[in-house]
């Protein structure tokens, strides 16, 4: 059963910087394309980023494009997401997944406890 855990969250402020990791346990991490997904208060869910299972595609939401940027280390069974020039919208709990690449549908339906941002004005 694989098993995600989200770390690196925290409040900082309109502009500024954070990276958040999720590191996945219990399956075989290198065969994965991972995601990055939100919920904001009161909001569904939705689709942050992807990367391919060897890390050379990557795909965005338009809402992130140019500010946030996914990487992934196959040898720590790391994904991670740089988040640079973050606005208030961002805020929300940041979950990861693995996904089948081009959709924005989870491949488990069990999720982690997720990694709060929270971005003030």
């Known amino acids: 059963q694989v098993q995600l855990e989200e770390s690196g969250g925290g409040l900082v402020q309109a502009g500024g910087s954070l990276r958040v990791s999720c590191v996945v346990s219990?399956?075989?991490?290198?065969?994965?394309?991972m995601g990055w997904f939100r919920q904001a208060p009161g909001k569904e869910r939705e689709f942050v980023a992807e990367?391919?299972?060897?890390?050379?595609?990557?795909r965005y939401a338009d809402s992130v494009k140019g500010r946030f940027t996914i990487s992934k280390d196959n040898a720590a069974n790391t994904v991670y997401l740089q988040m640079d020039s973050l606005k208030p919208d961002d805020t929300g709990v940041y979950y990861c997944?693995?996904?089948?690449?081009?959709?924005?549908?989870?491949?488990?339906?069990?999720w982690g406890q997720g990694t709060q941002v929270t971005v003030s004005s």
């Open positions: 997944n693995p996904l089948r690449w081009g959709t924005t549908f989870p491949l488990y339906d069990s």
């Open positions: 219990g399956g075989t991490f290198r065969t994965y394309t």
């Open positions: 990367i391919s299972w060897g890390g050379t595609s990557t």
